[in-house]
């Protein structure tokens, strides 16, 4: 066994104490920019807290819980040294999959493992969630930074995130109620939002490219030339953040129209395929349109981009990709243009994805019929 010095510090360990000191002061306000009425205290204590009083006011106040993190998508951030947004994707994958239910996200914690801690280049990925917490209307009460010396490169991090939320029984939303012949409508999303990007990667050529190398600085130039469409190129196509759906959604479910809404799907990792039919009961398919490589709406261009060079076949895509539809709407058929005009009125874009017919449970597609 080595000789062990008389003295080792955490420092000499390669944890900066002091640095992470910093990085919570540089994220501070930022938390608090995100605070809800019902937010006690700040952050720097053992725990988040959040006041449940409001709650006595429901009939019968249910919690939903939520957890997930990025993904590889922080490999593409990383290399391309862009990390202001993936705190939204962070915040948008947990957030829309309680939205499903339709509840309301009270607050959200991050974790943030990284190999070293530098305040400023925390402070950016923080923002990201801080800004993610305010367009999904929750507060950021808390979270960790743990840094990570030789089990991680310096520059290297990931994260997970978790939110709880609040649906009042009456007004969950319930797959049981879906039949057949009801209408599938579809809120577009930004792109790949954050699933498939070990595919993504595979395609673009970014596994074995180290950040801050010539070599990533080579790989970053290149994927900005490359125009995907008109004043979007691929680099930035493909850090689009994911789409927060709640404030439109929770506003709808409040309306009128919002008790027309049978289910509601996320569309996250699986794609279409293997999301929808969880919003689906065990009597009733999901009729998705599509003529071979067309869905039967517009599909944004990085995602046509990716699949085109990946080679995928109609059903491998649709089974990896959202194809442009981030969260998708159960209605019946009597109610369909209410709530698109509903929905129209919110600012979105909404569209038809298909229709239910009878089945056992399954996400099927027009030209396989």
Known sequence: MADTPKHVTYEDAGVDTAEGGRAVDAIKQMVADTNRPEVIGGIGGFG??????????MEDPILISGTDGVGTKLVLAQILDRHETVGQDLVAMCVNDILASGAEPLFFLDYVAIGHIEADHMAKIVRGVADGCKLAGCALVGGEMAEHPGVMRPDDYDLAGFTVGVVDRPKMIDPANVREGDVIIGLPSTGVHSNGYSL???????DGIVPGTPEAAAKKAE???????PG???ADALLAPTRIYVKPILELLRGEAGSKVHAIAHITGGGITENLNRALPQDVDALVQRDGSRMGWDVPPVITYVSEHAGLAPNEACKTFNMGVGLMLIVAPEDETAVAEALAALGEKPFRVGSC??????VKYTDEQ
């Open 232 to 234: 979007l190129n691929l």
């Open 48 to 57: 988040g807290l959040f006041s449940a009083a409001a709650l006595k006011d």
């Open 200 to 206: 993504v990667r595979k395609v673009i050529g970014v």
């Open 223 to 229: 994927l900005e030339g490359i125009e995907v469409a």
């Open 357 to 362: 017919i009878a089945g056992s449970g399954e």
